[in-house]
């Protein structure tokens, strides 16, 4: 793509989602991004954001957005259960696409959407903010340099006592949304950035029943085996009068030391790591302060670094990470995971697509 601006459509823009925060893009340096339309569910929404940002295009209809000529990039932020057919529609009309996690919410969508990406030739990413965290990235940086030598295990967990955010996103209830897609598949690739492609998966899952008209089980341990041979394991806990502990960690245990990151929305976080070398066995601490900004979440910082990805992947004809396919995998994972508690035994996961 040439170096000029980049026009963006967002699907399911509101204030009370991460679409919320594509409007600090335009006040970020070396970014080239514009909202250029934007679709919404109901009207009044709709005049609300075209009237408050400035964008010129509006509709309540996500094919014409889609469609639009004035449009280069489709970025989703509807609920999960409406990402595939959105996607899908953006793919067809030619559309680079940016997603937000979970992709899908079924290994049939995922596959729909790996085939129109690559029958359309257009870039897709997932805009899984975890993997943007700056707690994350030091933690990437300490694995990828070698500094903890072979990988031997690696955990998440991402716990969330979601009582309140019901309130503010009823269709969570509605629908309802399935956690094991919206919660647990954003730990599922956290650990896969490390360990690869997982071979089993064994879980279990709990109903918490804290939510009155909740159907789904909302509690989830999943463990893993890697391809590799590396065991790891997930744990997503959103139906749960919540812990004293973060809301998300990754472990990760290896050869030459073992390293824990923590991070919760809008609060402190932390790197620690222990050197098997050092006699002094003490953990070093890097204290990670709060990004903070005024959108639903406060995750500003994190977008712009995967929109700052994202431009780079135009620019330079490069894969965004993570992708499509890869972000499939994260997805059949979960599939396993599901069959694995409606059947009890162990699941092979799919890898191939």
Not at 40 to 59: H, K, N, Y
Not at 248 to 262: D, F, H, K, P, V
Request: with cysteine.
């Amino acid at each position: 793509m040439a170096k000029d601006t980049i026009r963006l459509g967002i699907v399911g823009m509101s204030p009370t989602n991460m679409a919320s925060t594509f409007v600090l893009l335009k006040d970020t340096p070396g970014l080239r991004y514009e909202i250029a339309g934007v679709c919404a569910r109901r009207q009044e929404v709709l005049d609300a954001c075209m009237q408050q940002f400035g964008i010129p295009f509006g509709t309540l209809d996500y094919r014409e957005l889609a469609e639009c000529d004035d449009v280069d990039v489709v970025c989703v932020y509807t609920p999960d259960h409406l990402h595939a057919d959105h996607c899908a529609a953006a793919i067809e009309a030619g559309k680079h696409v940016v997603c937000t996690k979970p992709m899908v919410t079924s290994l049939h969508d995922a596959r729909r959407l790996v085939e129109l990406v690559r029958e359309k030739g257009v870039k897709f990413l997932v805009g899984e903010t975890m993997l943007f965290d700056r707690q994350f990235r030091t933690a990437r940086k300490f694995f990828d340099d070698g500094d903890l030598g072979e990988l031997i295990a690696v955990e998440s967990h991402y716990v969330h006592d979601l009582r309140s955010v019901f309130e503010f996103t009823p269709w969570r209830l509605s629908v309802p949304q399935d956690f094991m897609y919206g919660g647990c598949v954003h730990s599922i690739a956290a650990i896969r950035a490390f360990a690869g492609d997982v071979d089993t998966v064994h879980a279990n899952a709990i109903r918490g029943n804290l939510t009155e008209g909740y159907p789904l089980a909302d509690n989830f341990f999943i463990n893993v085996r890697f391809k590799s041979g590396v065991i790891g394991r997930v744990s997503g806990l959103y139906g749960i009068v919540h812990p004293p502990m973060p809301m998300m960690q990754i472990g990760i245990y290896a050869s030459r030391g073992s390293l824990q990151t923590e991070f919760t929305d809008n609060e402190p976080g932390q790197v620690r790591v222990v050197f098997d070398k050092l006699t002094d066995k003490r953990p070093f601490v890097a204290d990670i302060e709060p990004e903070t900004d005024l959108s639903a979440y406060g995750l500003g910082a994190s977008v712009i670094r995967y929109m700052t990805h994202f431009q780079d992947c135009l620019d330079n004809h490069l894969d965004p990470y993570p992708g499509v396919e890869d972000s499939a995998k994260s997805i059949a994972v979960a599939s396993a995971a599901w069959e694995s508690v409606e059947t009890g035994g162990v699941v092979k996961a799919v890898n191939e697509f």
